[in-house]
């Protein structure tokens, strides 16, 4: 083998980082995480299954259908008839994304980015908001 | 025996395309759809071919000049920032001076009553609109009942149309426009930085069978609304009845925003 | 090949280390723009497009421009440019990625980017741009590489390259069409909405690539001694910079006469502003007059054969007609299409520093391509003349 000396450590090092998130977390238990379930209402939109695997799928048909299809109202297999929204329909039940989205989002690492412009609608407060001084009036 | 390194390179080339490629076909030749339920309109929504508003523009400024009760109305329904910096401004109606608003326009001789007096402006929402026409992702596009929507999940802020927009309807967040907000309302998201924005006319309220939200809070209805194409909606009867003026009707855009004079 | 690039003397280090910190600085403030929005730079809601995209028509010029030293070969058997093809299509590439790059980089989502081939859309203009570049880096890498091996070993470069390259003439052609009904299919602004736009790119991308081309060469001449082609051969090519810059200037005196003889203001108003200013408005004043008196000047001291042939008149020249396109269509061309705005308002713009940081980087990554390609490529050439 060519340059055996520089590869050889390099390799070495290379699996030291690749597999450093194993060896380092190894032996360490996180709990599952808990959502806190809405208390008011039982049934989702979908059954809970369905909405374990494919919420996020069910939401981006959702704003297809509403945002280029003139759609609003969505028939389920429960035969309900809901409001397609996130921010007015499942967090209407869903009352703290803190309590229930964010709960197995960050337990998996995964940052759904429908965040960057659908907020919480309880808790407005914990959005940055612009102060308007005098001058700014 | 061994391969050689540019006999490699090659390989590892095409492997990675079939697996990158493989992926993308998959995406675009079958990107499927989730098959549980049903997708339906409101029964409530309202319909029409083409939106369009009318300005009495007469009834607007008699109520007086400084008024901004539609501007504040669509502001805070849709959580639209207040940047301080002029050039990052966002605004999906607002007032302009006459002279501003109708450059093709004379303004020299123009009558006392309208000489550098405010008209509100907004999104035309175009017959023939040029941003639609340029945008690379159709994600401003023209619904059936003639609305010229903003689709903001799929916009890449490439702001083309801003540059293909002639009556400057068009903003882009430069920034992140939450820290800007001065009132949220809960029943509406906000945007993130990099996307385009408009005036959407209240799509969300048409489609459940309410008015624009400037429409209702004019308090002395100087806002008509109506469907363009039907020939007895209010804004076809007030069209008949008084002169009305659009924004640079020479270059083909059928704008859908009437002023009466 | 690709080992040519690793092997170098002390000069070359430098250049590649002084080339990587620069993109280094780039690539920090474009990840500061990617956390703040593209707000750190100086474009606002009425100039919308600036530096990111007026450099971005520049390099599609450049890339075209490789079609004038191909056409004298491949059409018209022009042996004086034989070494020079794949010299001139090596910065054709660099040019298309520098184009690509600068696009990614205004776009305010660039993780979005592929919804342009996942919603394909044939009426927009961006939609064929990005195919049609995409298209030319393919050709020119495909024919580059090859005609590169080829000369390696020393044998004519293989036969299905031929239609490859034919193919390549009507499409550099056509990326800088493309690109310029970008601007000129726009209703909205009037300083872009000609007829002209379209030739007028194309004879400002002739005159300047060729001679960017001829001012890397001699750099190249400086540091390897080797040279593509012979005194001839650039005669040849400074005279296609000549006649290319020549209309070009006709093109824009076509322009000022339509706009300011039909005395129409929407017409005039871009005009008046990039040139004299207008309302006390005349930031791009400047930057518009030295480009104007930069092409003047090249094509002064082009004109005549004796100073022409004397290489440091050449190089002077090459340097002032390149200006003159950096200048007119890098810079004044996009931001001035923007003044007045539609009100009638003019909006200043100028380039903050993160921002002038990033495009450096991308010249940058430009120029370390055309230092690696052209590496490859003179060894290429050195070591085929030595079989």
Redesign the interface.
Known sequence: MYDAEKIIPGLIVFLIIVFFPYYYTMGRMVPAPKPVKPTKYKKC??PLS?MRA?HM??LN?W?N?V???????????TGK?WN?SL??ECLKCHTSKKKFCDRCHNYLGVRP?CW????D??N?KA????I?TKE?M | MGVSRREFLKLAGLTAALGLGTGTAFELLAPGQVEAGEYLRSENALKAKQWALVFDVKKCLEHGEDCRICIDACINEHNIPQFDNPLHEIKWIWKDLYRHAFTDMDNEYVNDFYKDKPFVLLCNHCGEPPCVRVCPTQATFKRPDGIVMQDLHRCIGCRFCMAACPYGSRNFNWLDPRPHIVHYNPKYPTRRRGVVEKCIFCNEKIDLGLRPVCVDACPVGAIIFGDLYDPNSPVRQVLRKRFSIRRKLELGTKPSMFYLI | MLEKILQGDRRYWIWVSFLLVVIGIGFACYVYQCYTGLGITGMSRETSWGLYIAQFTLMVGIAASGLMVVIPKLLHHYKKFIDLVMFGEFMAIAAVVMALLFVIIDVGQPMRLFNMVLHPTPHSMLFYDMIVLNGYLLINIIVGYNTMIADWKGVPPPRWIIPVAYLGVPWAVAIHTVTAFLYCGLPARHLWHSALMAPKFLAGAFCSGPALLMLILFMVEKVTGYAPTDDEGYQTLAKIVLYAAIIDLFFIFCEFFTAFYSNIPDEKAPLIYMFFGLHGYHRLMPLMRTSLFCGVLGIILLLVPSWRRNRVLLSIACFAIFMWMWLEKGFGLVIGGFIPDPFGRITQYTPTLPECAIVLGVWAIGALIITFLYKMGIAAKRDGQRM
Not at chain 1, 116 to 119: M, S, T
Request: with cysteine; aromatic share 10%; proline share 5%.
């Open positions: 939109v979908e369905y494919a799928d069910l048909d704003r259908e945002v280029r299809h003139e759609k609003r109202v969505y028939l389920s297999s008839e397609m921010q007015n980015y960057d412009c659908h907020f609608p309880h407005v959005l940055p908001h612009k308007m700014t």
